[in-house]
């Protein structure tokens, strides 16, 4: 059962052009949602985090966007850049439920940013 | 560099063995996790401690079991492996008992054959 799912598993996108990370959720408890970052031969890296009371929150040239009612959130990253090529990771967590400690993590898109 | 450090990097081993992977988490915080990542899937939450007590369980098989010490290190135990548990062992760290915001080391990958 995927509770989080992010359905491009690869995403390609020019230098100086928006990338679009999208992820979808099933379980409607979950009211905090993150964005990890991966190179290859590291851990995940946290990127930017928004709570279920926000519908955008922004840090530098990422943005990323809730929308609850249509269980979705995105992560643009503008603009793109050759050193943003890497996985992420759509994470979320159920604050409210007292599992907040437990992260759901969907499969990874990875972008490729090319010159 | 994100401040937990896994030893060690890789492990190879035969189906049936036994492995322990370490895990040391960023200096002050108190809850450690422990994710794996088979091929092709995302980080699946196994367990969780908080100073030094077990906190959360999430799909963790009976085979597997971890503990963590006095001094907040933490160590995930593997027996009896199977071919299946070939995958990358991500431990991270927190300040806090409740907190979305991961440390992630830079993981432990698990070979078994």
């Known amino acids: 059962d995927q509770q989080v799912k992010q359905n491009s598993p690869s995403l390609s996108v020019q230098e100086g052009r928006i990338s679009i990370l999208n992820c979808d959720y099933t379980n409607s408890m979950f009211d905090y949602f993150l964005w990890y970052k991966k190179y290859p031969a590291e851990g995940p890296t946290f990127l930017i985090s928004i709570s279920s009371i926000k519908d955008k929150n922004e840090d530098g040239r990422f943005t990323v966007f809730l929308n609850k009612s249509a269980k979705h959130l995105s992560l643009h990253i503008v603009p793109s850049q050759p050193g943003d090529s890497a996985v992420y990771f759509c994470?979320?967590?159920?604050f409210g439920t007292g599992t907040a400690s437990k992260l759901t993590f969907g499969t990874g898109t990875r972008l490729q940013v090319t010159l | 560099d994100s401040g937990v450090t896994q030893t060690p990097k890789h492990l190879i081993t035969a189906t049936g063995q036994r492995v322990t992977l370490r895990c040391s988490p960023r200096?002050?915080?108190?809850?450690v996790y422990w994710y794996q990542q088979s091929l092709d899937q995302g980080l699946q939450f196994l367990i969780q401690?908080?100073?030094?007590?077990?906190?959360a369980k999430g799909n963790i098989l009976e085979r597997f079991s971890a503990q963590q010490f006095p001094d907040l290190h933490s160590e995930l135990n593997l027996s009896s492996l199977e071919l299946g548990d070939s995958a990358l062992y991500f431990c991270?760290?927190?300040?806090?008992?409740?907190?979305?915001?991961?440390?992630f080391g830079p993981g432990t990958r698990l070979t078994v054959l």
């Open positions: 401690y908080y100073n030094g007590e077990e906190r």
């Open positions: 991270a760290s927190s300040a806090h008992e409740t907190s979305g915001e991961q440390f």
């Open positions: 994470a979320a967590s159920a």
């Open positions: 200096s002050g915080d108190l809850s």
